[in-house]
C-alpha cells in the first residue's frame, strides 16, 4: 500500500516562501513524482513534476521561476520550495506518484492535501 503524507502548508502574506514536502511508502526512487492544487471552486491542476533521478524536471508556467521542485530518494520525499507566493496560489496542494504519462497525466497514488493561503 503506497501512502503519501503531504506537510508544510499554511497561512503566508503575498511575497512570502514556504516549502512542502511529501513523505512516500512504497518504492519512491522509482517514481516520477508530482504536485498538482486545486483552488476553491476550480479544477485541479498540474504545477510540476520531477523525474526519478531528478533529472528532468516540468513546471506549469503560472509557477515557472518562483516554485522548485526537489527529491531526496534517501529520505522518500519530494519538496516543492514556494517563493514570491501570490494570492492566486492559494489552494490545496496535493502531492501525487508514479506519474506513468510525463509530466502530468496517469499519476496512481495521491496524498491527502495540504491547504496553503496566501493573503494579500
Known amino acids: 500500500q503506497v501512502q503519501l503524507v503531504e506537510s508544510g502548508g499554511g497561512l503566508v502574506q503575498a511575497g512570502g516562501s514556504l516549502r512542502l514536502s511529501c513523505v512516500v511508502s512504497?518504492?519512491?526512487?522509482?517514481?516520477?513524482m508530482g504536485w498538482f492544487r486545486q483552488a476553491p471552486g476550480k479544477e485541479r491542476e498540474f504545477v510540476t513534476a520531477i523525474s526519478w533521478s531528478g533529472g528532468s524536471i516540468y513546471y506549469a508556467d503560472s509557477v515557472k521561476g518562483r516554485f522548485t521542485i526537489s527529491r531526496d530518494n534517501a529520505k522518500n520525499t519530494v519538496y516543492l520550495q514556494m517563493n514570491r507566493l501570490k494570492f492566486e496560489d492559494t489552494a490545496v496542494y496535493y502531492c501525487?506518484?508514479?506519474?506513468?504519462?510525463?509530466?502530468?497525466?496517469?499519476?496512481?497514488?495521491w496524498g491527502q492535501g495540504t491547504q496553503v493561503t496566501v493573503s494579500s
Open positions: 512504497g518504492p519512491f526512487s522509482r517514481y516520477v
Open positions: 501525487a506518484a508514479d506519474g506513468r504519462r510525463w509530466p502530468r497525466y496517469e499519476y496512481d497514488y
